[in-house]
């Protein structure tokens, strides 16, 4: 059996022992809220390479403690896979935490974001963060109107995220984040209303910031943005948008090529929303779970999840959380559309509902939301291209041109080679030609 030679080097590199790992390993499992732990003996039978997939809570740990995203990256090699065929996974799950959910934390960003982001040794929130110590936040007592300041903050960045792209806006977020995020390790609350408040207003900031960053392509930022998120959205127990935050890291693993992360993320979502969540909220996690279905090539669950999303939906209202506000008629149609189109790849009579919902959904979304209409053209263009349409999907990508040109988005530039692929084929055809050399 070989030895574990990474881990080995990984524990080395810190100067621990054996005894010393298990130690530290042992603290992290009990902030997650596990009463197990393990010894030194089973630090050495990692090493030695007698256990190759350790158990899940304990893979978790040592991810954090040595600021890794992957299982791999540890040296662990998943039980029947070839580790030469697999990707590098660069979620770093949110599963072992769901035991945890309802467990209080006395100081929550220095044991839960400090582990959950990999923290070493002597490495305090602010450095991890990148905040200028120059700059660090004064302690001070929050209040009511310091909460609205974070939310008013945060619509604006949400705004502007969806009318242009994640690129644009995500530094401005991030920073904005860091001084959430160490306004919350500094000070203290009026009251016990707006601490809730003012977690939920950071793990709002969070999701947001986090889903710009994701749509700009950074996603380790993504990634560290919405594990913040989710523990604030505990910390301020508000169960929807901690759902809300985990389907968006479920989009994310799909497009990471890790459907099977994104449906445990889901579970874990649908779960802990149960009966706290707006028929909005509702739709929109069943749909995302359809998009998960889709993605893994399950077309039964994913039709099945695309129903029970339209049967509950409600369009939002006044008194649905605002940043649920953004899931009108427009956009569960184009969410469906994505999770059918991904299903229709292994089942083609789905291509006309899908295109129905994608062409809805692109010619109603409004001037807010150029990104999201773009996303659905693009699908629309390689559906027309699969159907032998050239001259209609020309048209199509034209639109995408058109209402894609003020966003900077690198998924939507994903979605650019995602028409030329399609397209490809009838380049002999003129207007096409034409087309792909003008795909950015």
Known sequence: MPRNEVLVTLRKARGWT???????????????????????????????????????????????????????????????????????RVLVSVLDFEESSTVRRADFLKSIAGVAFGLTAGEDLQ????????????????????????EQTTARFAAWERSQGGILSVDAMLGQLNWAATLLDKSRFASEQVRRRMFSAVANLAEVAGFAAYDAGMHTEARRAFTLGVHAAAEGEDWPLRANILSDMARQAISLGHPEDGLDLMQI???????????????MLQVVLGRV????????????????????YEPPTDEDPAWISYYIPAQLAGDSGHALYSAAQHDVSLRGETANRLATAAE????????????????????????????????????????GSGVASARLN??????????????????VAELVADLP
Not at 297 to 309: D, L, P, S
Request: net charge positive; hydrophobic share 40%.
């Open 127 to 150: 450095s991890w963060l990148g905040v200028d110590p120059s700059r660090s936040v004064k302690p001070r007592v929050l209040g009511a109107s310091d909460v609205a300041a974070i």
């Open 269 to 283: 979502a649908i779960y802990g929303a149960d009966g706290r969540a707006t028929p909005a909220t509702q739709a």
């Open 18 to 88: 054996q005894e010393d790992l298990a130690q530290q390993v042992a603290q992290v499992v009990a902030v997650l809220g596990s009463n197990v732990a393990p010894d030194a003996r089973l630090v050495s039978a990692w090493e030695r390479g007698e256990i190759r997939w350790p158990q899940r809570h304990y893979r978790h740990a040592l991810r954090m403690l040595f600021g890794v995203t992957s299982d791999e990256a540890l040296g662990f090699i998943r039980p029947g896979k070839d580790p030469a065929r697999r990707h590098p």
């Open 414 to 431: 994903d979605d650019y080679r995602l028409v030329y692929a399609h397209a490809k084929r009838y380049q002999s055809h003129g207007d």
């Open 293 to 312: 279905y889709g993605a893994m090539g399950k077309v039964r669950e994913c039709r099945n999840a695309i129903a029970k999303a339209d049967h509950v």
């Open 364 to 403: 109603t979304y409004g001037p807010k939301y150029p990104r999201a209409a773009a996303f659905c053209l693009a699908r629309l263009a390689a559906i027309r291209f699969d159907e032998g349409e050239p001259d209609e999907a020309v048209a199509v990508g034209r639109r995408l041109l058109d209402i």
